[in-house]
């Protein structure tokens, strides 16, 4: 339907309204669209605010946005994007009574935030919709929730479209697009969001406590670590009943929207309550010949002989630590490569010797000194010595 005839039929049922205040508006939804948006589907969004119906082909008319150019407001939308967190379903009662799902997705520009009404919830509960698809969300509004953020919601009219064969999967990005490394977590982070990647490294056993009003909680904590350093991680009530059976350690994580805050020792520490996301994985282990190793190659395992005695120093790192290393070379039928080792593996490799046959589990491939590619070890490294000629043992 053309925009004269959508103006008309506005006019005819609200013969106060003028033609000027119509235009004056379509004008004002265009400059806030960014133009996104055609002036007929921006009419009948007016329309529909004066109750006015307009014949149309709802299918033809439902506009595909990326992430960042969605804005409060907007009806009959769709969003391409790939699932990076998936949150249970919850009731709730008023004046009407049912139940809401929601998922964090991404595309190339952004986050999102995707709310499931009702019948739609199924999805997640039968696990139709699961963490790294990608799926397209259509006929979808858009709200703005408490903290001003755009967030988009999938109603009765909405569909929700799985693995979509007209989008490529690879255009997607994956949690670590989004993630900040353990090293950068700061106070500056202090009660923001954030998310992060690692391995468990100690974990705690579960306790309980009574809240203020005398109702039981729970509480775990653990280290998480990657290449970059650790962090403690506070784990509450029904996420430790969720997490308690499957942490271990040496298990990889991707937590999503866990909150910083600050810890007793004056650091800080990462919180995850109802309100995060945490997937679990067995880290993949990749034995790689040394020819094979590429710079940024993570959780990699290696085997070789030793070529070079350690050398063991004390050297500083960035934020002033003094810290043990120990670098050594390491060879096999394929070429060789030096390996850094850092504190407490610093120690497990001191007394190795030329000639002795190692396996160099979970590292990572980084440029060292003289920017030769070499093996460096992370906290949930391990080192295993197959063969020696002494008595010496390391792991």
């Not at 900040?180 to 106070?187: A, G, P, V």
């Not at 650790?230 to 866990?258: F, H, M, T, Y």
């Not at 993570?298 to 070529?307: D, F, L, W």
């Amino acid at each position: 339907m053309p925009a004269e005839k959508i103006i008309e039929q506005i006019l005819s049922k609200h013969p106060k309204v003028s033609k000027i205040e119509l235009l004056e508006r379509l004008q004002k939804e265009r400059r806030k669209t960014g133009g996104l948006i055609s002036d007929d589907t921006l009419l009948r969004m007016i329309a529909a605010e004066y109750g006015v119906e307009t014949p149309q082909n709802e299918r033809a008319l439902t506009l595909t946005l990326a992430i960042k150019d969605l804005i409060p407001g907007l009806n009959n939308i769709a969003v391409v994007g790939r699932v990076l967190a998936v949150f249970s379903p919850k009731a709730f009662k008023g004046n009407r009574s049912g139940k809401f799902a929601s998922l964090l997705v991404a595309d190339q520009s952004g986050l999102l935030r995707v709310v499931l009404w009702n019948d739609k919830t199924s999805l997640m509960e039968s696990g139709e919709v699961r963490v790294g698809q990608v799926v397209r969300f259509s006929h979808g509004y858009t709200r703005e929730d408490q903290s001003g953020k755009v967030e988009l919601h999938i109603g009765e009219k909405g569909e929700v479209g799985i693995a979509p064969k007209d989008v490529r999967v690879e255009d997607y990005p994956t949690i670590s697009r989004f993630s900040t490394k353990i090293r950068e977590i700061t106070q500056a982070h202090r009660n923001k969001k954030v998310n992060v990647m690692g391995t468990v490294k100690e974990l705690l056993s579960a306790s309980t406590f009574k809240r203020q009003d005398s109702s039981p909680g729970k509480v775990m904590r653990f280290t998480l670590a990657d290449e970059t350093g650790e962090v403690p991680v506070v784990v509450w009530n029904e996420k430790v009943d969720e997490l308690e059976k499957a942490l271990k350690r040496g298990v990889g994580l991707q937590i999503v929207s866990a909150r910083v805050k600050k810890a007793s020792d004056g650091g800080v520490e990462i919180h995850v309550d109802s309100g995060t996301y945490v997937g679990v994985s067995q880290p993949a282990e990749e034995f790689l010949k040394i020819a094979e190793l590429k710079e940024g190659a993570n959780r990699i395992s290696v085997e070789g002989e030793v070529v070079t005695k350690p050398m063991l120093r004390d050297v500083k790192t960035s934020k002033g630590d003094a810290v043990k290393l120990a670098v050594f070379e390491l060879r096999d039928e394929t070429g060789r490569v030096w390996v850094s080792a850092w504190g407490e593996k610093a120690g497990s490799v001191k007394d190795v010797r030329v000639g002795d046959s190692l396996v160099i589990k979970n590292g990572y491939v980084r440029r060292g000194f003289g920017d030769q590619l070499e093996v460096s070890t992370r906290a949930t490294t391990f080192i295993v010595l197959l063969s020696k000629k002494h008595d010496a043992c390391s792991q």
